[in-house]
């Protein structure tokens, strides 16, 4: 296993596999996990989701990977707060991964084909996204990368 750059977890070269060495609580995206399922399926590892919140506001959770699925609207709240709290160092973002942009995710509600593109804000996140549920798929680490990136707050 390496360590992904610029996050707090490991990931297998061979299977994709992620591993962990922190409590869920302790993440770097904030997330907890609230213990009760969703009807949702992960669109990243197809594990059950469950509810969860991120400064009080609920979103879904996948325990196995990380990830967040967030309503827009609800993404750029949380975003704005967490960049306006956030008092730790700004951390220089690191280059795009190119090879994520050829993920091809399911949206867990209509099942369509979600759109993977560059958040186009501070930080350098690729997200997915679904137009027609107007949903947000983070992977673990993205809300962090944008919440400490460098410029105005």
């Known amino acids: 296993m390496t360590l992904v750059e610029g996050r707090d977890h490991f990931c297998c070269e061979f299977c994709g596999t992620l ?3 922190t ?3 302790d993440a770097l995206d904030g997330i907890q996990p609230l213990g009760t ?3 949702e399926h992960c669109p990243a590892c197809h594990h059950t989701m469950q509810h969860a919140a991120i400064d009080g506001t609920r979103v879904v959770y996948c325990g196995d990977c990380r990830g967040a699925l967030v309503e827009c609207e609800t993404f750029a709240h949380i975003m704005q707060k ?3 709290t956030y008092s730790g160092p700004d951390v220089t973002p690191q280059p ?3 090879t994520q942009f ?3 995710l399911d949206c867990p509600q209509c099942a ?3 759109e993977t593109h560059a958040y186009y804000g501070p930080g350098n996140a690729v997200i997915d996204s679904c137009a027609r549920c107007k949903l947000i798929w ?3 680490g993205e809300m962090a990368a944008i919440e400490q990136a460098p410029g105005r707050r």
């Open 112 to 114: 369509s084909r979600m």
């Open 37 to 39: 399922p969703a009807d």
């Open 102 to 104: 050829e993920r091809r």
């Open 138 to 140: 983070l992977d673990h």
């Open 96 to 98: 795009i991964d190119r």
């Open 23 to 25: 409590a869920a609580e």
């Open 19 to 21: 591993s962990f060495p």
């Open 82 to 84: 967490k960049r306006a």
